[in-house]
């Protein structure tokens, strides 16, 4: 199972940006998907997550400015970023988590994507 991640870039703050996640896999619908990001010197933290029936978790931090979605035909999930802030750079990592619940932590993700570099300029 093969993820690409793509989307990130230099955007102002208060901009949007969409980040795209593609995943080699013929179970993808089955998979859990989630978002992570890691900020320069800081832990990878949870930033979403997307059950197959389409159920969603969010970072607190990121509650009412983030989406995230997935299109099984096109086997993507996708995080709609808005109203960004210079606290939400970061290298930006999708995730798959082979069937269980909707979960926050790193360890229940089976495999990542290589990650998508996100800069929120003030």
């Known amino acids: 199972v093969q993820l690409q991640a793509s989307g990130g870039g230099l955007i102002q703050a208060g901009g949007s940006l969409r980040l795209s996640c593609l995943v080699s896999s013929r179970t993808f619908s089955a998979y859990v998907m989630g978002w992570f990001r890691q900020a320069p010197g800081k832990e990878r933290e949870f930033v979403a997550s997307?059950?197959?029936?389409?159920?969603?978790s969010y970072a607190e931090s990121v509650k009412g400015r983030f989406t995230i979605s997935r299109d099984n035909a096109k086997k993507t999930v996708y995080l709609q970023m808005n109203s960004l802030k210079a606290e939400d750079t970061a290298v930006y990592y999708c995730a798959a988590r082979v069937g269980g619940m909707l979960t926050s932590k790193i360890p229940d993700y089976n495999y990542w994507g290589q990650g998508t570099l996100v800069t929120v300029s003030s």
């Open positions: 997307i059950s197959r029936l389409e159920a969603t």
